[in-house]
């Protein structure tokens, strides 16, 4: 008998006006496990990941949370289920602080919703240096802007380390990163499932997919075309198989 | 919390200290601050130096001063708000001006003045909320949507005014907080202190504050982390309208008449301010310090042109190139300091 998954979605559907952006799909991710979520442009990988993440509802389908069925209504939901959503181009915002991100939308406030500045600089230093082991940032309130791709993904990451999560949603985190970059990312995702912490990778380098993932779901026109486990396939199979559709 | 032990990435030294003259240095308030401090020791210098021709110290002068520039420096922190995050609103001069009539109307009806000025306030945020609801539901750009409420409110002051202009005359204790002084200064300067305060409390040190910042710098980012975008937006577009009205509240019971052409044009000089004092058109950048200070940096250039007896198209001149200067030098910073 299998365990209980993480998350499972149950025969998701989601349409946008004539377009039928996903048809009855079936995705899980497991205990201590990264899975690949691939797929050509438009196949309905991103859809996913919203319905995920709370920013959109399914039309029809159920998710459920340890065996247990949930409601994903909004990004508050699904954070209290522990998933972090980290995307591309929208993980961190680019003109505030490092502490002002990290803590973006779960600020820490004392009476009069005034914000405990000092605790969040603490725990925000501390999280990178002890925790994350990001080593050289010397102030919280460096602006993000001035970081590289690389150093954002790594705060955002350490930013789902710090709140728990159980499950980390990476959309195309490797798309703006150099060749360095994406090798430390990869090796984050090893070491937080060392950790615990499972993740979705969304992606449309096969290379880096197979890297990382323990097993893949292949998206094609909104349906599932297969779900395969690494040990079962080559990069050479995972690479025809979306081609072919 | 989970322990991960990930390889270090070295981020860019930012100095020794959380404060380093770098980074300060980089900080568009810094240059604003800077400005405004030169040109105060200028003026200050050639006052003394000349008492005679450059009157800028005498207690007229100040005076003139103190009571010019919390017109439009309470609008624009509105005003600013709202830049903050993203948007726009160009019915400030139209809500400053029905804020005139609507007190004065409600006071000359009979209501006691406190409900009068309280309702006037409502007014103003409810319209201010009204713009911030069509904008973020139909998903228009505020330039227009606000552009619309400006043509509406300003048709209501005409309808309501019948083109005429109504007094004001409120009872002393009334007029006396609103626009007497204290300790030699101008009551009004005092409000556009108190609230400039106020501001930057909500601003810089709130949640909603954080959460404009978040909203202004990256919609898509701050809904994904959860924030309600829609929400913090028509909260910002009440704060410009509440503070048009309260400008338009004061300067009503100043000058003791509100007339309907009043206001015209303010809503650009109050983005202009805003710009002046370091905050960005597209949002998520900026302080209530620069704010303020824009605003002092405005009247202060307008105040010496008129002390020098320069003819009235030197102003336009002057904050025009200010302000594209501004500008210029605000984004050159940014670009520089961003990868």
């Known amino acids: ?245 | 919390m989970t322990k991960a032990v990930l390889e270090p990435i070295v981020l860019p030294a930012a100095g020794k200290s959380r404060f380093s003259w770098r980074r300060i240095r980089r900080e568009p308030i810094t240059n604003i601050f800077i400005l405004f401090v030169v040109l105060q020791a200028i003026c200050i210098i050639g006052a003394l130096a000349f008492p005679a021709d450059f009157r800028y110290l005498t207690p007229t002068n100040v005076g003139l001063l103190f009571r010019a520039i919390p017109m439009l420096g309470i609008i624009s922190l509105g005003v600013g708000m709202l830049m903050i995050t993203g948007e726009f609103d160009l019915s400030v001069g139209s809500v400053y001006t029905l804020a005139g009539y609507s007190i004065a109307l409600l006071y000359g009806a009979g209501m006691p003045v406190w409900v009068a000025l309280l309702g006037t306030m409502v007014i103003g945020a409810a319209i201010g909320a009204a713009n911030g609801i069509i904008t973020v539901r139909a998903g228009i750009p505020s330039f227009i949507a606000t552009m619309g409420s400006m043509l509406v409110v300003r048709g209501l002051v005409r309808w309501l005014s019948e083109g005429r202009s109504v007094t004001f005359h409120p009872d002393e204790t009334f007029t006396d907080l609103v626009t007497g002084s204290f300790a030699g200064i101008e009551a009004p300067f005092l409000w556009f202190v108190l609230l400039t305060i106020i501001v930057a409390v909500i601003v810089h040190r709130t949640k909603l504050g954080n959460h404009m910042y978040l909203v202004g710098g990256n919609e898509k980012t701050a809904l994904a982390v959860g924030i309600n975008t829609r929400l913090v937006k028509i909260i910002a577009f009440s704060f410009s309208g509440l503070g048009a009205s309260i400008a338009g509240i004061i300067s009503t019971t100043r000058v003791s008449t509100v007339t309907p052409a009043q206001g015209v044009g303010l809503e650009l000089k109050a983005v202009a301010i805003c710009v002046i004092g370091g905050l960005f058109l597209s949002g998520g950048r900026g302080t209530v310090l620069g704010i303020f200070l824009g605003a002092c940096l405005m009247y202060l250039v307008e105040d010496v042109l008129l002390l020098l007896r320069a003819p009235g198209f030197y102003l336009d001149v002057f904050v025009g190139a200010i302000l594209v200067i501004a500008v210029v030098v605000n984004t050159w910073l940014t670009k520089k300091s961003s990868r």
């Open chain 1, 1 to 245: 008998m299998p365990e209980t998954p993480l998350l499972e979605l149950r025969n998701i559907s989601k349409q946008y006006g004539h377009v039928q952006a996903l048809t009855g799909v079936d995705f899980m991710i497991g205990r201590n496990e990264v899975v690949g979520l691939l797929g050509d442009n438009g196949a309905g990988k991103s859809t996913l990941v919203r319905i995920m993440s709370g920013i959109e509802r399914s039309d029809s389908g159920s998710i459920w949370r340890d065996g247990r069925e949930v409601k994903i209504r909004s990004r508050k939901d699904s954070e209290r289920l522990g998933i972090e959503t980290i995307y591309q181009d929208s993980a961190l915002v680019g003109s505030a602080s490092i502490m002002r991100n990290f803590f973006a939308g779960r600020e820490v406030t004392k009476a009069f919703g005034i914000l405990d500045t000092k605790h969040m600089n603490d725990v925000v230093m501390d999280v990178l240096l002890n925790a994350v082991r990001i080593s050289g940032i010397n102030a919280p309130d460096i602006l993000v802007e001035e970081l590289s791709g690389g150093q954002r993904q790594a705060v955002a990451i350490a930013r789902a380390v710090y709140f728990k999560t159980a499950m980390l949603v990476l959309d195309e985190p490797t798309s703006a990163l150099s060749v360095r970059e994406t090798d430390k990312l990869l090796s984050h995702l090893t070491e937080l499932k060392r950790d615990g912490v499972s993740a979705v990778f969304i992606t449309h380098n096969l290379y880096h997919a197979y890297e990382s993932c323990d097993r893949f779901t292949i998206l094609s026109h909104g349906k599932v075309i297969q779900t395969v486990a690494k040990a079962d396939t080559t990069l050479r199979e995972l690479n025809e198989i979306i081609v072919r559709h």
